[in-house]
């Protein structure tokens, strides 16, 4: 009599149900959420005023996910080497507050001035853009030459 197959047997009947309860429990360990997720800016514009130039200033964007599924930032775009923009993590449940830090950089830059960063996400309006506008003064003068 051959005990080799039967150990075998049961060691394959062991995995399996090894298996099907470490899924069981993953799946109750996790929260379930339907719908979609929503993104909901406090505002998205901001005028920064009167700057002068070499001023580095930080403006911080609010939202909240009123959707009823996790948010997802993607990806954050700005559209100058002059802007950088952060954030605390990437996914919110919903209800969750966070904030977008926009830090601008005003070397080199003089008179009326816009960037924008765009806020990439999944939800329906997958593109968000937020902006920055500001007057930086230099203590120069350009004057076009005639």
């Known amino acids: 009599m051959k005990k080799t ?3 075998k047997l049961f060691l ?22 339907s719908g979609n ?3 909901k800016f406090e505002h998205t514009q901001a005028d920064l005023g009167k ?5 580095q200033v930080e403006h911080a964007f609010y939202f909240t ?14 559209d100058c080497g002059c802007t950088v923009a952060s954030i605390e993590k990437k ?5 969750e507050e966070g904030v977008i830090r926009i830090r601008l950089n005003t070397s080199q830059l003089f008179n009326n001035q816009y960037k ?7 939800t329906k309006d ?7 506008a500001a007057f930086i003064e230099s203590e120069y003068e350009l004057v076009p030459v005639n």
């Open 51 to 55: 700057l002068q130039e070499g001023e």
């Open 12 to 33: 394959f009947f062991a995995l399996v149900v090894v298996i099907a309860t470490a899924c069981n429990n993953n799946e109750n360990n996790e929260k379930k959420y």
């Open 91 to 95: 996914e919110y449940k919903p209800n």
């Open 37 to 39: 997720a929503e993104i």
């Open 65 to 78: 996910n009123t959707g009823s599924n996790i948010l997802q930032i993607k990806e954050i775009i700005t």
């Open 126 to 132: 997958s593109v968000i853009t937020l902006s920055l």
């Open 5 to 7: 197959p039967y150990i």
């Open 116 to 122: 924008t960063t765009k806020v990439i996400t999944n």
